[in-house]
Nanobody, 123 residues
Framework: QVQVVESGGTVVQAGGSLRLSCAAS????????MGWFRQAPGKERDFVAA????????YYADSVKGRFTISKDNANNTVYLQMNSLKSEDTAVYYC????????????????WGQGTQVTVSL
């Protein structure tokens, strides 16, 4: 089973940028996709972005489209989330997930989750 560990979360000012990393270990040959989700205090965990492992096709939540970019480095089994023009509402714990998939209008995760990394956007 693929395990993932996130890093890069910190406090950043509104309007700033931040890049999160997600390092995967284990057998990634059968991995279909990797993704990022986030959970703000008192709210449910929401989909942010996903990328297909082989084709690089990307998917984004409307709330981050045009500001966030998901990318991958297959050689190093790492997925990145570049976050630009950060807003206070982006404050959340960001989780990396293995094999996210869309069913209807909801994203689900078939694989494992990371432990999360805190991103705080200050005004």
């Amino acid at each position: 089973q693929v395990q993932v560990v996130e890093s890069g979360g910190t406090v950043v000012q509104a309007g700033g940028s931040l890049r999160l990393s997600c390092a995967a270990s284990g057998s990634t040959e059968s991995t279909f996709a990797m993704g990022w989700f986030r959970q703000a205090p008192g709210k449910e965990r929401d989909f942010v972005a996903a990328i297909r492992w082989r084709t690089g096709t990307t998917y984004y939540a409307d709330s981050v489209k045009g500001r966030f970019t998901i990318s991958k480095d297959n050689a190093n089994n790492t997925v990145y989330l570049q976050m630009n023009s950060l807003k206070s509402e982006d404050t959340a714990v960001y989780y990396c997930a293995v094999d996210p998939f869309l069913r209807g209008e909801m994203w689900h995760v078939a694989g494992s989750w990371g432990q999360g990394t805190q991103v705080t956007v200050s005004l």
